[in-house]
């Protein structure tokens, strides 16, 4: 395409009996020249008009435009862009991701007769939405007259024919979903007993039969135009209903889009009654035609596929997560010396993890399997503490941040909001205290812990688990100016995300509904009875969120520093409570010693930073994630730090004991 196009040009270009690629070339020629130089509304309305008038005052060149329509019209099919443009070809998540693939990836040809895909061609602008919104409709109704004349316009014609053929194809695509399995089940009762959809294909052709053959009776047509909106309208109340399950019984992203693909297209059809029906209709349809520039930029964007689809998957997940989340903030002097003793049962634990650590190591494994066993010595250890009800100090940011979101979404609905942000800033307390009294738990029993189980282990063996340049070593990794805070950042990434996976299998497995199915399922009761069957449902309900959290955080401990180093990233991971144990027993190596190294010094100086840098960023992502899944874009976040500020200046004890 050149660079630039005059209208002399375009006019000498036009050629009603070219080829269908040269056909559709000029269009999209004399589009690019509407848009081309100084992209403002003014200069495209001029060149609308010089266009229009150009033809208005040669009777030849109008006599090929009109000839070009014909064959534009004849040839290219009008029902792909009215009806389709937008969706998907199919209601799958993973089909639509691969074809917004392909339409990013390889370009299009005007070789088509899929008016969809040359409209792509056409009109890929946001600016081409703007200048077709901005027709006046004086200049539309002249270009439609010089498309059509007026003693060729009998009938219902070509546009209000292809609006009828887009309509019923759009309400034949909406019965079809509203009558899979997937939605219909998932309606409400009261949905399902209505039963709104059945009729919507007989609305259809009761307003065409009226548009077609009842021109003498106008009131008939306003009631079946009436009596279809109605139609639309309980169709898309039937399929909001859907959503209720979802607050219930899980959420996919896969139903969410077949689901909008339905509202979609409810909303389509109304779009295009009202083409049909306007007083007004070369405007409607200038309306249509900028809507659907829009579409089309949409339709291509992988990330507005996902950000769309996914955001109540999303919501879901912050959702289980503030559930657990709320476990894990102490409101007392009872609750706070109770996260102590958890979090110094987590330790306890812990030390013997990283002796296992070392252990492991001692093996010589390959880069992967001795990242995989690290992975699952991590793994078990925290299903353990899980299971022991005891409690890992940085496994709780990722969680608690989602419970502060949906305390924040609370006070944007309340009325008293001085009396909700007092409220929120003592559970910002709340939090940070018992965030420092699990670390504290944590860190105070796993070093001396890991210190004493290395000394039994000289007394056993005749010498400790590290010999001298092993532990000077560990030390020197863990030295608080190397990269550790890196590495303490990135391992706050890898929290966050086995809190993602947590909330995502607990969401799969409420969807499945995977407790009922141990409970009640004919062959799990006849194996383990229905009273223990009804047990382990319980039980996994109550515990697989907890489960996936851990063994995913465990196994990305363990595996991820074999997979960065095998691209050469050298990037290993820095959890507190692990450096903690670490370091206590390298420290038995050296004895009292230990204290003369400089190095001792600086690692037990990056212990606070690793904490804070594991506990800041998993919750800050956690944070920012359940802020966006509960849209709550509009809270004064001035007046929260100032609140904050000003409880630290007021009662600074707050935040750290109860």
Known sequence: ?????????????????????????????????????????????????????AFEADEALRLRLQLWWQRFSATVDITTLLADFGFAPRTAMVTELTERLRLKLLPGTPETIDAAELFSIALPHEFDARWLTALPEPLLQRLAALLVPEEAQQGIGFWRHALLGAITYCAGQILANGFSPELRLRMSEEAREEQPFHALIHDVESFRIEFVHGVRTPERL??????????????????????????????????????????????????????????HPEQEAARLLAGFVSVGRDRRSLRNLWATNSSLLAAKVTERSAETGEHYISHNRSEYLQMVRRAAGGGLLMSVTTLLKFGLAALAFSAFWGGFWAGVNYSISFVLIQLLHWTVATKQPAMTAPAMAAKLKDMQSSEDATHTLEAFVDEVANLVRTQVAAILGNVLVVFPAALVLSLLWWQMFGATPLDAAHAQSTLDSLHVLGPSALFAAYTGVLLFASSLIAGWVENWFVLRRLDSAIRYNPGFTRWLGKGRAKRWGDFWRANISGFAANISLGMMLGLTPAIAAFFGLGLEVRHVTLSSGQLGVASATFGLGVLALPAFWWALALLPLNGALNVIVSFYLAFRMALRAHNINGVERSRIYAAIRQRLRSKPSSFFLP
Do not use: N
């Not at 135009?225 to 309208?233: A, I």
């Open 222 to 279: 306003e009631q079946a135009e009436q009596r279809l909106r109605e139609r639309l309208d309980a169709c898309r109340a039937a399929i909001g209903t859907v959503y209720q399950h979802f607050a219930a019984e899980g959420i996919s992203v896969g139903l969410v889009f077949r689901l909008r693909q339905v509202r979609t297209r409810i909303v389509r059809v109304r779009q295009l009654l009202s083409c049909l029906t306007s007083e």
């Open 1 to 53: 395409m050149r660079s630039s196009y005059d209208l002399p040009a375009l006019l000498a270009e036009l050629d009603p009996h070219a080829e269908l690629a040269e056909r559709h070339l000029w269009l999209i020629h004399v589009l690019h020249w509407m848009r081309s130089a100084a992209p403002s509304i003014e200069v495209a309305m001029a060149k609308a008009e010089s266009f229009v008038a």
